[in-house]
DNA sequence: AAATTTATATCGGAAACCTATGTAAGTCGA
DNA sequence: TCGACTTACATAGGTTTCCGATATAAATTT
């Protein structure tokens, strides 16, 4: 009925933001390196697993990542206390600072660009946001979820 | 009141882009082909430099992406007879039949993750997109038009 | 305590980019 | 018409970002 072109719709959201990606990395921001940082923002310290979970990436690739963005000064990595095999990646004041910056400069690309659409509001800017957030939403299979059954608990 | 944490959600708009981007590269489709394919579709056929503009990359990037989509039969490569320096690329049957492909993926994968979330309408689905676009708009500069060149000679 | 699972690291390699530079074909001014 | 740009594309060489396969060590299970 009133969505004739859902399908369509639904690809180009992929579509469209492959090109916003690639008009960022170019713009000012490398998006491998910000993925991690944000997650980190969001979630607090993890191990390098959950990390390529969260970031859909496989574990040796955010091995690399880790240990980059530790040379760059921008996370830490110590042994975490109730697991000795793993380990805990944290955000340092240094990264933190990195993010706000990169974040910025997303801002300003973003807005600044939109700022020319008058027949677009902020509430839809908010809107395209929680439908990328949702489409994200953890709930769904993060691929490899071997975990079917644990799950609620803890 | 009404955007206070406006340019924190134009950043999450490239964030969340650029995970969705992994989403779906993870889950079936390389983005590098496929945003060629997708701009042809839009724009029919165009020479080597238009594709790398459209698409924000380098021109030496996309002479590689192009061939590999002439040996996947995905597109043609032919001489420009309005000008021999240049190329024309166009889609062929094969690379619309892929194309198609890979939306009806992206489709589902989006609309899939959508439908289990109440709250968002399929208006918001066009309204993601269209904020999307219009941070997209080619209005806006593409980067690379660096031959300003105000450099040189007097 | 052996077998299994889990958390990471390492190795080797592929994909997707980039800058710098070369070449051939158009354009333009004197 | 001839040089001087400019434009379109290719190639060379290198970096970033990613992957699968495999090794190791700690936790868990049986």
Redesign the interface.
Known sequence: M??PA???????????????????R??HAP?AA??VL?ILDETGPLGVTALAQA???SQPTMTGQVNQLVDLGWVTKQPNPADARGSLVALTDSGRTELRR???L??????E??A??TD?S????????????????P??PI?TASTTSTEGSS
């Not at 690809?11 to 933001?17: E, H, K, R, T």
């Not at 902020?122 to 939403?137: G, H, I, K, N």
């Open positions: 009133s969505t859902a399908e369509s719709l639904s690809s180009d959201l992929a579509v469209y933001a492959a090109r916003l990606v690639r008009l960022v170019r713009e998006s910000t993925r944000s970031d859909r990436c990169i974040r910025r997303n801002a300003a690309l973003v807005s660009r939109l020319r659409r677009l902020p509430d839809d800017l908010a809107t395209a946001v929680s439908v990328l957030r949702a489409v994200l939403e709930s769904n691929s």
